[in-house]
């Protein structure tokens, strides 16, 4: 069932647990495909968009679900003043309708309840902008692994 009608403060946000690996790994790889990765390159992300239990086991990861669908998640490395943003993902029924900056919201509220200041995170062009409304720096650039195309290195503040 798809919820994409409920409003995104709705959402509920909780641990993800092994569970939810392979919801997690789709929504990663559906949220990915809709920047029109061509097979191939898709092929190359995959590695990095595969949840598994050891990576659930080595990261802080939440989920944010509406009913029973899970809208989208995001992954911490540490907690300290300096956290990355391991990864970031709204399903795509969810897009530009205000669920992602919902999130963005209680990833914030989290990371501050935990004093937090800062967090990194690597984006590809596609999330280059969402972060920038929300105060991302870039702080570097650098190619990845598909030809032709770059991964930017950004920071942003939380307190």
């Known amino acids: 069932m ?6 995104p403060e709705e959402m509920i946000f909780e641990p993800a647990t092994a569970a939810d690996c392979e919801e997690l790994s789709n929504v990663a790889v559906r949220s990915k495909r809709h ?32 009913e029973d669908e899970i809208v989208g998640f995001f992954a911490l490395e ?8 391991a990864q970031y993902w709204i399903d795509t029924p969810y897009m530009r309708k205000g ?23 690597v ?6 902008n969402f972060f920038e409304n929300k105060g991302a720096k870039i702080l570097n650039k650098i190619e990845h692994k598909v030809k032709g195309k770059f991964l930017y290195i950004v920071e942003v503040p939380i307190i």
């Open 35 to 66: 920047w029109g990765y061509s097979k191939e390159e898709m092929e190359l992300w995959n590695v990095n968009l595969s949840i598994t239990e050891e990576f659930i086991n080595s990261h802080t990861v939440i989920k944010a679900t509406l």
């Open 2 to 7: 798809n919820y994409s009608k409920l409003p």
């Open 99 to 121: 669920y992602g900056s919902n999130m963005y919201k209680y990833l914030k509220e989290f990371l501050k309840a935990r004093n937090v200041e800062k967090v990194t995170l």
């Open 123 to 128: 984006l590809d062009p596609n999330g280059l």
């Open 78 to 85: 540490e907690i300290l003043p300096t956290t990355r943003i």
